[in-house]
């Protein structure tokens, strides 16, 4: 048998997808275990400052990045949310005309944004918005030595540099999943109403009769979950960057890459999760 150090062309063939199988594996956990490790860092940090007035939260940095992630990233998520109701409305009405019911576009539109597309979208346009920039910026920094010139003043960097990004990124992400919402409900009614001919008054009932507090909350749980992903994988990321200019730029591209395959299958199950407990 090999050692675990050897490279995969070193692998007798009918070894090779067991080893790479194992290597992959193992870097799942370490991945998911450095994440864990600083959301817990994270979460240790920010107890601290409520519960000891010694311990400065930094609520200056925490605005600042709160209107440089969410405020900043308002109009992309509008635009893009809109034109995914709009969508919405334009593909579904076509086949619910074939049984004669192109009101019901309003009650399609409402459940999938309020559940699922409303803070999915908003998760992946806040990941090229905001995910890759926060990993360049702390990776520029860890490339300049700022991180070492904390360290030994003294300074922890996850408190004065991870807790404020990581927190903004959730609290944007939750406020953004709301806008993204009624956007796309907005652009689908509009859409109904002036070229599919819906009526005003029966696209509103409609939204208002399908719409329960369920998928809402759903949709706001997941958007506090992904913010807090976008956050947790931009600053591993930027923290962890080796190898000067090169090493940034692999970083903010696994920061993008990552966050949203994580934030993909993280939704799967917390759709599967809402669905096994009845909450659908």
């Keep these: ?66 209107v440089r ?53 908003a998760a992946i346009v806040l990941t090229g918005f905001a995910g890759a920039a926060i990993a360049a910026e702390l990776g520029t920094m860890v490339v300049g030595e700022e991180i070492e010139a904390l360290e030994s003043m003294a300074l922890n960097p996850i408190r004065f540099l991870v807790v404020p990004r990581v927190i903004a990124t959730a609290v944007s992400l939750f406020v953004l999943s709301v806008l993204s919402d009624l956007m796309a409900v907005v652009a689908g009614g509009l859409v ?14 409609n939204t208002l009769q399908q719409v ?5 909350l759903s949709g706001l749980v997941k958007s506090v979950v992904f913010g807090t992903i976008l956050g947790l994988i931009a600053c591993y990321n ?26 993909i299958f993280v939704d799967l199950f917390f759709t599967a999760l809402f669905y096994a407990v009845g909450w659908n």
Aim: glycine content about 10%; overall charge neutral.
């Design 192 to 205: 109904g109403v002036f070229a599919l001919d819906i009526p005003y008054e029966v696209y509103l009932d």
């Design 1 to 66: 048998m090999p050692d675990g150090n050897a490279s995969l062309s070193e692998v007798s063939a009918p070894l090779r997808p067991v080893v790479l199988v194992g290597a992959i594996a193992r870097g799942t956990l370490a991945f998911v275990g450095a994440l864990t490790w600083l959301l817990w860092d994270i979460a240790i940090w920010s107890s601290r400052a409520v519960l000891f007035r010694k311990v400065r939260f930094g609520y200056g940095a925490l605005v600042a990045q709160t």
């Design 69 to 121: 992630v969410g405020v900043r990233a308002i109009g992309i998520v509008l635009l893009v949310s809109g034109a995914i109701g709009a969508i919405l409305a334009l593909q579904t009405q076509p086949s619910l005309a074939d049984f004669g019911q192109s009101d019901k576009v309003a009650n399609i539109i409402v459940v999938a944004v309020f559940r699922e597309l409303g803070p999915l979208v």
């Design 238 to 263: 930027g923290l962890k960057v080796t190898g000067g200019a090169a090493g940034v730029g692999k970083a903010t591209t696994d920061t993008v890459v990552q966050t949203v395959v994580t934030i």
């Design 212 to 216: 329960s507090s369920s998928d809402f």
